[in-house]
């Protein structure tokens, strides 16, 4: 399971299935607060947008 944490600019990704709460991934790109993120119907893609309305689809590496 993925979760999500926004701090202001940064948008942090964890995967909460493990025993400690780990890390995956910090998104950085925003110039102003983030206020919402989602995924696409198959979780290849995230959306994340700011208060400048900037909108920033990021894509989901699944190599690992």
Same mark, same amino acid.
């Given at each position: 399971t993925i979760r999500f944490s926004i701090d202001s600019t940064l #948008?942090? #990704?964890? $995967? =909460? $299935? /493990? !025993?400690? /709460?780990? *890390? =995956?991934n910090k998104l950085q790109g925003h110039c102003s607060a983030v206020f919402d993120v989602s995924f696409?119907? $198959? !979780?290849?893609? *995230?959306?994340?947008? $700011? @208060? @400048?309305g900037l909108v920033i689809v990021w894509q989901r590496d699944n190599s690992r």
């Open positions: #948008v942090y #990704v964890y $995967d =909460i $299935d /493990r !025993e400690i /709460r780990t *890390l =995956i696409n119907a $198959d !979780e290849s893609l *995230l959306a994340s947008c $700011d @208060q @400048q």
